[in-house]
């Protein structure tokens, strides 16, 4: 029960965490000038850090992909990161739809405005 309690707070701590960093990044990615480049630029930061993974091979137990992917990398080499690479480059492929949707509909409904 300790362990399980431990999961769920430190999984809380960097969500909280992870919405702080993101209301900064927002902040600096506002391009008025580029709206693709500020859609892109958000949904590919999201992607990289909200996106979950299996910690360990018994599948118990998630955490963020870009977290595991590091700690693969320095303690088991580069070839045992790629397990948490697959997923992640998929959320990162999803998050530029995602974004290419975004600025279509925001210049759909800019044109909707002048018209």
Known sequence: MVDESNYYGVWLVYMLASLGFL???WRFTRLPR???LKHSLRCLMI???FTPWYA???KGT???ALMIIALD???KG???ASRALAPMLLALLVAELFALVLFFLE???ASDMTV
């Open 56 to 58: 360990n091979s018994d």
């Open 34 to 36: 580029w709206p693709i």
């Open 47 to 49: 992607a990289l850090v």
């Open 78 to 80: 580069l070839g045992e």
């Open 107 to 109: 210049r759909g409904r």
């Open 62 to 64: 998630l955490a963020p």
């Open 73 to 75: 990398a320095i303690t």
């Open 23 to 25: 209301s900064v990044y």
